[in-house]
């Protein structure tokens, strides 16, 4: 297998695996979840054909006490027969004789078969899990001699003999052990199926002869007129109930008021119940009293009385809404099929955007498994795709760290090689300008040929070293206290930059309707300036038109600001609504709009100055009431001199103007721009400091857009080989070539102060004439220089002075000392002497913070010069 599938393969295999091992505590899952799935649909109404008559505790106590004489349910079945019941099913059973009152089995075996409706219930001492040989002796009760993969009982525990032979129908009322609402619809004993006890009372409620029941194709039918009911069933014979609620949804009466009831109708008197109202219904009769019967939990009371699960089956058979629960058929493929598309989904999109996909997808499964339980009474598998899911999900959780850390011990050991590297050539270069000042500074010394070229040499080595280091280290913005960046109407800026006037501009016409014209060169964001001004506007909840005035032809382009009538010209087969219909409350937005034809201008002309237009091809005047703000990359200035765009046009379109400085002349914001379209693409990636000069060095003739692109494509190419951070590499080459077709920025910021003699406006000044470079960048550029001029002159203060003030009066050479002063003894400040750098490092993170990549490993070396004493 290749490693390309093994990762996949091995998920794949091992929730296959947790599905199999643990799919007892997965069905206990399940059963937690069904419960819920209960109380999220609450109750439903119970069928009324069904009544339970029940003894409580009050009434066993007012008959004599448990158990009771047997004359009270003969006196009971021949009140219901009476009342022309359909069936009676009698959950309690009659299993021995009374030796104190045998006349009252006589009475009652003798009122049974003459009522033919009565059914008894019986019950299997043992009933195994799985189907098993059994040589239990036949029972006149038992039928359906072939049911493959029933369970088989032992130990049927019968009624007396005279009141089973006298009873219309006979079932057991064993339910499966640890299954909530599970029944055995059929159990096998000897060579015959005893039936479910709700099932008899069923059968003989329906009329129906146990000859006439059908089973096939996992459902037992039984037909009564046009009517058909059928009980599904699995493969072991058990039929899953669907509990409409606890014992208060059925129909409940005490036997006792039953009793009552006929005994004041007899005497003429009115009855508290009419029994009437149980014609045709199917009554169960049963015990409901603490201590009395026997209880089980069910998803809406933990202990339910037996009879309920006898009433609920009932209830599901006259319905037909029986559950249906395909189990591990489809839990398991079903989970091996959200893992898989989980795979492929984190295979091709960043691990948030897979994770949480993946999770709504479960979610929405979740709702469509409510849908179906509470629509149809199927039961899909949950928890065994929801543990999949989170069993999947931790590992690409540990796996996605696990490449992370690779990932970033990879770089980490570039960048302390690279390091290595560069402190060893610094090293070398500090031995040769100190060997090459020894000799000058003896009489007659000259310095060796090539000695020079060896020196340019190994400070080419280290620029090159010094920019590898960098593109291994993720840009930290540089934070002022006196000013920060935003971002306004999807405008990032930097706030002491350009872009703060013209944000002002924008926030203070934009609630006027006056017209607006936006200047600037392509990919400076017009449409954006444009958007931000309607948003502002009165008019912000109304129409937003976009038009591009150079995409189209003059007709096309009359067609679509103005529309047309029908017929107005070949292809006009319907009437059309023009942009400024669209548009009207609302702004269009006229986006280069010197691309347009001086006789088009005219037409424009009129609705600008009146709001007024003709559809083409009609006569009928229009009006509308639109903003118009339009846009251009060239001077309208220059063209109207140059007679090719209207100079009244120009003026009714020029109310405000807004013009938008290209990049290069606000590199303050580049950082800023970057970062923002670096996370809109992955909030985890970042870009390295080599990447971020590249950027500041490029003029970006495309603006802000290409801006955009070029992270873009960086991202692509970074996520490609497992990266967060974007390096130089993933740059195009002529971006890539910016670095190395420019004057490094250092030498840049460097001879600019020179010019200014060092300064105290300098530093501003610099990084206003650098396109708008921000001031904290300079600052700290020229901190780092300072670092690197005192390493190269072996910690000798005056060199280091002379070298970074170059040919400079006594003024300047001050503020240079000054400024020297101030920085090497900030970064030692409080540092002890006589310690390693290992040691103090940790305590000075704070001085590295801000300060070029490349003069990192020469702060090093100033901190440990300090600590062994070679200067103060």
């Keep these: ?146 049911l493959p993969g029933s369970r088989s009982g032992t130990g049927l525990q019968l009624p007396f003999t005279e009141l089973a032979s006298a009873a219309s129908g006979i079932g057991h009322a064993n339910l499966v052990d640890g299954a909530m609402g599970a029944v055995p619809l059929f159990v096998r004993s000897g060579p015959g199926a005893v039936p479910f006890f709700g099932l008899e009372v069923l059968r003989v409620a329906l009329g129906v002869d146990r000859d006439e029941v059908r089973v096939e194709g996992g459902k037992m039918s039984l037909a009564r007129s046009q009517a058909l009911y059928q009980i599904p069933f699995d493969e072991h014979g058990t039929s899953l109930l669907n509990f409409p609620g606890p014992i208060s949804v059925f129909k409940r009466y005490r ?6 009831s006929y005994e004041l109708q007899r005497m003429g008197l009115n009855p508290t119940l009419d029994l009437t109202s149980l014609e045709g219904k199917i009554i169960l009769v049963g015990v409901i009293g603490e201590g009395r019967s026997i209880v089980v939990q069910s998803p809406f009371d933990r202990r339910f009385p037996s009879i309920g699960v006898q009433a609920t089956f009932l209830d599901n058979a006259l319905t037909g809404r029986f559950l249906s629960a395909p189990g591990s058929i489809v839990s398991i493929p079903l989970s091996l099929l959200l893992v898989g598309f989980a795979l492929w989904l984190f295979g091709r999109l960043r691990f948030l955007t897979s994770f949480t996909i993946t999770a709504f997808m479960l979610l929405v499964y979740g709702v469509v498994t409510q849908w179906t339980f509470v629509s149809w009474g199927i039961v899909l598998p949950l928890a065994g795709p929801v543990l999949s899911f989170l069993l999947f999900a931790t590992g690409a959780v540990l796996y996605e760290y696990g490449m992370v850390r690779k990932t970033v011990g990879r770089l980490e ?38 000695d020079l070229e060896e020196i340019q040499r190994y400070k080419e080595e280290i620029r090159t070293l010094s920019a590898r280091v960098s593109d291994l280290v993720k840009f930290e913005p540089i934070a002022e206290n006196d000013t920060g960046g935003g971002v306004f109407e999807g405008m990032v800026y930097q706030a002491s930059g350009r872009m703060k006037e013209t944000v002002e501009l924008i926030q203070k016409i934009s609630t006027s309707d006056a ?59 319907k009437d059309k609504m023009g942009r400024f219909e669209f548009a009207d409350g609302g702004t269009i937005f006229l986006d280069e709009i010197a691309e347009t034809s001086e006789a088009f201008q005219v037409k424009l002309l009129r609705v600008v100055q009146s709001g007024e237009f003709e559809r083409v091809g009609s006569t009928m005047t229009l009006k509308v009431d639109a903003r118009i703000i339009a846009a251009t990359n060239k001077s309208l200035k220059d063209l109207v001199q140059e007679k090719r765009f209207r100079e009244d046009l120009y003026y009714r379109l020029n109310v405000f103007s807004v013009q938008l400085p290209a990049l290069r002349e606000r590199k303050a914001d580049i950082p800023l721009l970057a970062q923002h379209f670096v996370t809109l693409e992955d909030p985890s990636f970042a870009i390295s400091s080599t990447v971020l000069d590249a950027y500041l060095q490029y003029p970006w003739p495309g603006n802000v857009r290409e801006l955009q692109g070029s992270i873009k494509r960086a991202a ?30 250092e030498d840049q910021i460097l001879e600019l102060l020179r010019n200014k003699k060092f300064s105290r406006s300098s530093i501003s000044e610099t990084a206003e004439e650098l396109g708008g470079l921000n001031r904290g960048t300079v600052a700290e550029y020229f901190r780092g220089i300072c670092f690197k001029y005192f390493f190269e002159s072996v910690w000798d203060k005056e060199l280091t002075i002379a070298g970074i003030a170059g040919n400079q009066n006594g003024e300047a050479n ?8 101030e920085y090497v003894g900030n970064v030692v400040e409080g540092v002890q002497q006589g310690r390693s750098l290992e040691d103090v490092k940790p305590s000075l993170k704070a001085k590295y913070k801000n300060l070029p990549q490349r003069y990192h490993t020469i702060l090093d070396e100033v901190i440990r010069a300090y600590l062994d004493g070679k200067w103060r």
């Design 413 to 450: 050991t570039d960048k302390q090689k690279a390091e290595s590297e560069l402190r060893a050539r610094e090293l070398k270069l500090q031995a040769l300008e100190r060997e090459l000042l020894d000799r000058r500074s003896r009489a007659g010394g000259e310095s060796r040929p090539g």
């Design 1 to 146: 297998m290749s490693k390309r599938l093994l990762i996949p393969g091995g998920c794949l295999v091992a929730v296959g695996l947790m599905l199999v091992l643990l799919a007892g505590p997965i069905q206990g899952l399940e059963e937690r979840v069904l419960t819920s799935r209960y109380a999220i649909r609450g109750e439903i109404q119970a069928d009324t054909n069904l009544v339970i008559l029940y003894f409580d505790n009050d009434d066993i106590a007012s008959l004599g006490g448990w158990p009771l004489t047997r004359n009270y349910y003969a006196l009971l079945i021949d009140v219901l027969t009476r009342s022309r019941v359909v069936a009676v099913g009698f959950d309690i059973l009659f299993g021995e004789h009374n030796l104190q009152f045998p006349e009252h089995d006589n009475l009652l075996a003798l009122t049974t078969a003459a009522s033919g409706k009565v059914v008894l219930s019986s019950y299997f001492r043992v009933l195994p899990s799985e189907s098993s040989p059994q040589n239990s002796p036949d029972v006149r009760i038992s039928f359906l001699p072939s």
């Design 255 to 260: 036997c006792i008021e039953v009793l009552r």
């Design 716 to 745: 692509i190419l970074a996520k490609s080989e497992k990266r967060s951070l974007i390096q130089l590499k993933d740059l195009s080459e002529e971006i890539i070539s910016s670095l190395k077709g420019q004057v490094d920025i």
């Design 515 to 573: 017209n607006v014209l936006v200047l600037g060169e392509s990919g400076t964001g017009k449409e954006l300036v444009a958007q931000a001004i309607h948003h502002l506007s009165p008019r912000g909840k109304r129409q937003f038109v976009t038009v591009n005035c150079g995409a189209l032809t003059e007709t096309l382009l009359e067609s679509e600001l103005f529309g047309h009538e029908k017929g107005s010209f070949t292809g006009a087969v």
């Design 814 to 821: 001050e503020r240079v000392m000054k400024k020297l002063s």
